[in-house]
């Protein structure tokens, strides 16, 4: 049976245990059982319709191709600048042991659109056993040996690591997490990825293998999910967010959103309350610090998305869009868009419970909703309101000249923004030791004095000099008593 008949009757039967309403025989008139499932089952069924063109599609590529149709042939400098002396021993020892390999995923993704990639995931028709024995064989060492359960196999080959994961399907899914399956066969692993433009694989001469139309999707900067939207989302929630952030990563100012997608993103978006928080933000964070921003969190408010993720359910889009439109040229700290859907600080701290972002993203947000009212814009003295800011922060508690930054690009205060950028922060000339020299008694009333001082000082413009503030304490002394 040809390959591609092959991995269609393996779906067709496994559509038939999963539904329990329709049997497919292996019979010796196989094509007649064939023809008849699809005439029965593609009429009220257009998604599984295009499934079974896809599958027979992918099954007439060249037989000169091992892995899959080939589209194109990359051989741009980015390609071979990945043939580095530790790639070239995996690849030998691929070769020598009659195992594929492939490039898979983003790496493939990023030589279609011109970059270098940063990060390589690579595809193998080799078992994790398989691989383990073969590198132990060669006395090379593997490292991060808890992703074996899934497949995944790290060798770590001329102080280069190369993460290789075995070809697999998902057998069962809960929205969450997969029990696996191994397998030889391209496609079946390709069907079972989140989008078209990361099904793609690239095997080592340079072939583009794609099945599912992921390069004319790169060229259109189109994002889809690979076959049915609904069934790739129920697989893992998680894609709901993975693609929005892909869109914001491919996308043009021309694109627009799948409307299958969005469409299955609405139907599936409260499986997101399943997802762990670290997870959502991991991706959230990734969005935040993408390519259109604004259109992307007012689809994603549109979709529910947000409420479902730990945002208030009323969200202000319209003045994030504003402060996105303002900044998007700048580089802006991605809390500082984050803050824009968060009213007051209760929201804060109900967002960090829900995702649990770092200590300093907490920081960042509470610092900018405490003084995104108070800096006027049309306030004269708002470079020493700001300047007065910087002073009263304890330097035990950082410098918080960043903070301060980002509350300005959300107002849109660049004037200010540029005047305290050059500003070198004065330290304050008095001490406690001083006070005591000139005869303040301990107690409480260092402080007083010392914050008296500082008022003093901060109303000078910092010009008092130490001299001049000490000259003050008798005044002061009189007044605390």
């Given at each position: 049976?040809?390959?591609?008949?092959?991995?269609?009757?393996?779906?067709?039967?496994?559509?038939?245990?999963?539904?329990?309403?329709?049997?497919?025989?292996?019979?010796?008139?196989?094509?007649?059982?064939?023809?008849?499932?699809?005439?029965?089952?593609?009429?009220?069924?257009?998604?599984?319709?295009?499934?079974?063109?896809?599958?027979?599609?992918?099954?007439?590529?060249?037989?000169?191709?091992?892995?899959?149709?080939?589209?194109?042939?990359?051989?741009?400098?980015?390609?071979?600048?990945?043939?580095?002396?530790?790639?070239?021993?995996?690849?030998?020892?691929?070769?020598?042991?009659?195992?594929?390999?492939?490039?898979?995923?983003?790496?493939?993704?990023?030589?279609?659109?011109?970059?270098?990639?940063?990060?390589?995931?690579?595809?193998?028709?080799?078992?994790?056993?398989?691989?383990?024995?073969?590198?132990?064989?060669e006395d090379i060492r593997m490292i991060n040996e808890g992703g074996v359960s899934?497949?995944?196999?790290?060798?770590?080959?001329?102080?280069?690591?190369?993460?290789?994961?075995?070809?697999?399907?998902?057998?069962?899914?809960?929205?969450?997490?997969?029990?696996?399956?191994?397998?030889?066969?391209?496609?079946?692993?390709?069907?079972?990825?989140?989008?078209?433009?990361?099904?793609?694989?690239?095997?080592?001469?340079?072939?583009?293998?794609?099945?599912?139309?992921?390069?004319?999707?790169?060229?259109?900067?189109?994002?889809?999910?690979?076959?049915?939207?609904?069934?790739?989302?129920?697989?893992?929630?998680?894609?709901?967010?993975?693609?929005?952030?892909?869109?914001?990563?491919?996308?043009?100012?021309?694109?627009?959103?799948?409307?299958?997608?969005?469409?299955?993103?609405?139907?599936?978006?409260?499986?997101?309350?399943?997802?762990?928080?670290?997870?959502?933000?991991?991706?959230?964070?990734?969005?935040?610090?993408?390519?259109?921003?604004?259109?992307?969190?007012?689809?994603?408010?549109?979709?529910?998305?947000?409420?479902?993720?730990?945002?208030?359910?009323?969200?202000?889009?319209?003045?994030?869009?504003?402060?996105?439109?303002?900044?998007?040229?700048?580089?802006?700290?991605?809390?500082?868009?984050?803050?824009?859907?968060?009213?007051?600080?209760?929201?804060?701290?109900?967002?960090?419970?829900?995702?649990?972002?770092?200590?300093?993203?907490?920081?960042?947000?509470?610092?900018?909703?405490?003084?995104?009212?108070?800096?006027?814009?049309?306030?004269?003295?708002?470079?020493?309101?700001?300047?007065?800011?910087?002073?009263?922060?304890?330097?035990?508690?950082?410098?918080?000249?960043?903070?301060?930054?980002?509350?300005?690009?959300?107002?849109?205060?660049?004037?200010?923004?540029?005047?305290?950028?050059?500003?070198?922060?004065?330290?304050?000339?008095?001490?406690?030791?001083?006070?005591?020299?000139?005869?303040?008694?301990?107690?409480?009333?260092?402080?007083?004095?010392?914050?008296?001082?500082?008022?003093?000082?901060?109303?000078?413009?910092?010009?008092?000099?130490?001299?001049?503030?000490?000259?003050?304490?008798?005044?002061?002394?009189?007044?605390?008593?």
């Open positions: 049976m040809g390959s591609g008949r092959a991995r269609l009757v393996t779906f067709l039967s496994g559509f038939c245990l999963k539904n329990n309403n329709c049997h497919l025989t292996h019979t010796t008139n196989l094509d007649l059982g064939l023809t008849s499932f699809c005439r029965r089952f593609s009429k009220n069924r257009p998604h599984l319709h295009k499934l079974i063109q896809s599958t027979m599609d992918a099954s007439e590529y060249s037989a000169s191709s091992h892995v899959g149709p080939v589209k194109m042939k990359i051989n741009s400098p980015e390609f071979h600048s990945l043939f580095t002396p530790g790639l070239l021993q995996v690849k030998q020892l691929f070769q020598q042991n009659n195992h594929q390999l492939c490039f898979a995923g983003g790496a493939v993704r990023d030589l279609l659109m011109g970059d270098t990639p940063k990060d390589i995931d690579f595809a193998t028709t080799a078992t994790p056993e398989e691989m383990i024995a073969m590198f132990k064989r899934h497949g995944t196999v790290t060798c770590r080959v001329h102080e280069e690591n190369f993460e290789i994961t075995t070809l697999r399907i998902d057998r069962i899914t809960d929205g969450r997490h997969a029990i696996v399956e191994f397998t030889k066969d391209w496609y079946l692993d390709a069907s079972r990825r989140d989008l078209t433009i990361n099904s793609i694989f690239l095997d080592l001469q340079g072939n583009v293998i794609d099945f599912f139309n992921g390069i004319e999707d790169l060229k259109s900067r189109k994002v889809r999910f690979v076959g049915d939207a609904s069934t790739r989302i129920k697989e893992d929630y998680l894609r709901i967010l993975r693609y929005f952030r892909f869109f914001g990563r491919i996308a043009n100012d021309d694109a627009s959103f799948d409307q299958d997608a969005i469409a299955a993103i609405k139907a599936g978006g409260e499986g997101l309350l399943g997802i762990s928080g670290p997870r959502i933000w991991m991706e959230m964070s990734k969005i935040l610090r993408g390519n259109y921003i604004a259109k992307i969190l007012r689809q994603m408010n549109h979709c529910d998305v947000l409420q479902y993720i730990g945002f208030p359910k009323e969200v202000d889009i319209d003045s994030l869009e504003v402060i996105y439109n303002k900044t998007k040229h700048l580089n802006v700290n991605h809390m500082t868009y984050t803050s824009a859907l968060l009213p007051t600080e209760q929201d804060v701290l109900r967002l960090e419970e829900r995702v649990q972002f770092s200590r300093i993203e907490r920081k960042t947000s509470l610092f900018i909703i405490l003084y995104r009212d108070k800096i006027k814009l049309d306030d004269p003295k708002r470079l020493k309101f700001c300047q007065d800011i910087l002073i009263d922060i304890p330097p035990h508690e950082g410098c918080h000249r960043d903070f301060l930054m980002e509350v300005l690009k959300y107002i849109g205060d660049f004037e200010t923004m540029q005047q305290l950028q050059d500003w070198k922060i004065p330290k304050f000339p008095v001490n406690g030791k001083m006070l005591r020299d000139a005869g303040v008694p301990k107690g409480k009333t260092v402080g007083i004095i010392m914050k008296s001082l500082k008022e003093m000082w901060k109303e000078s413009d910092f010009l008092l000099s130490p001299s001049e503030l000490l000259e003050q304490i008798p005044k002061l002394l009189e007044s605390v008593e």
